[in-house]
């Protein structure tokens, strides 16, 4: 049964009237975004720094936020986390994922840099995925100047945005770098041929659907979405190769369209020798993570990747 906090949070959002994405424009679904997560998210934690920087790409500068948790000295060299956002790669930024990161950080007692890559429709397949590796080998590349240990790195993100971590530590390992000591992939997109039980079961009735995520394929993938569905920076389920990967923590929520998908990855990493972890929140839904003051559970989660992450960058 879905969590009696979640399924409260369902029938005010019915009452309230709130669409689903697929019938707005990216315009007001990101609005309506940013909204939601004042009403949703705990207030956002101290933290000793939080600095915005920009990170060089190929489609210009990518904004970027860097978060140290409270007792860390500026000069300290601390493990980091390049975190991406999650939003169907068509909404949210750096301030709606700003208090995650922020609990990450604290709880795992390292820095967290955030990427706000470009955004679908008027910025296309792979223009995501580019700049989620380019500021990846970026924050290898300036980790002095940043007061950052480049030998204790991690990626992550929820959704979408672990869609991006899996294709940016795919994309590391195939170039020889930068080593990482982790993934951390919250409920990851990792298949957009969509064709798994969790879409037909969960298709409707939940805070992500079979349409809305439709809807957010066709703005990311554009009028060649059938021909790129199968490419791995898509899909990283359908990479040829899953091995020699840092160790992942896979969570995933039983009433998700995606569950199914990050089952799967979590199987065929660890069918290819690559060590991960997989965690069910079987009474949540879809976005849970970022819903800690209305969902306990999220807390949970939260606590949980945070104590995953320190041990796999201590």
Not at 223 to 232: F, K, M, Q, S
Not at 245 to 261: G, I, S, T, W
Not at 277 to 300: P, S, Y
Request: net charge negative; hydrophobic share 45%.
């Amino acid at each position: 049964m879905l969590h009696p906090q979640a399924q409260a949070l369902l029938r005010l959002l019915q009452e309230k009237g709130v669409a689903p994405a697929h019938v707005l424009t990216p315009e007001e679904n990101r609005r309506l975004y940013r909204e939601r997560a004042g009403y949703t998210q705990p207030p956002p934690p101290v933290v000793a720094l939080s600095q915005d920087l920009a990170i060089p790409g190929t489609g210009g500068p990518i904004p970027a936020r860097l978060i140290r948790p409270p007792g860390s000295g500026n000069d300290e060299r601390l493990p980091v986390l390049v975190f991406f956002h999650g939003g169907g790669w068509v909404i949210g930024d750096l301030d709606t994922h700003d208090t995650l990161c922020r609990e990450l950080a604290n709880g795992a007692g390292c820095a967290v840099l955030s990427v706000d890559y470009r955004l679908a429709p008027e910025h296309r397949f792979p223009a995501a995925a580019e700049d989620a590796i380019a500021a990846l080998g970026w924050v290898a590349s300036n980790a002095a100047a940043l007061s950052l240990d480049a030998s204790r790195m991690a990626v992550g993100g929820d959704s979408a945005g672990g869609n991006l971590a899996a294709v940016a530590a795919l994309a590391a390992r195939d170039s020889g770098g930068p080593q990482l000591r982790f993934q951390l992939l919250i409920y990851p997109v990792t298949d957009l041929r969509r064709g798994s039980d969790s879409y037909r079961a969960r298709a409707t009735g939940y805070t992500l659907g079979a349409d809305s995520m439709a809807y957010f394929c066709t703005h990311y993938l554009g009028e060649g979405e059938a021909g790129l569905v199968t490419d791995w920076r898509a899909s990283p389920l359908l990479h040829p190769d899953l091995s020699r990967l840092p160790p992942a923590l896979v969570l995933v929520a039983e009433y998700d369209p995606l569950h199914d998908e990050g089952v799967q990855y979590a199987h065929a990493l660890s069918a290819a020798g690559s060590p991960a972890t997989l965690v069910n929140f079987a009474r949540q839904m879809h976005g849970f993570i970022l819903m800690g003051a209305v969902i306990d559970e999220a807390n949970t989660a939260v606590q949980l990747c945070a104590a995953q992450l320190r041990q796999a960058l201590r």
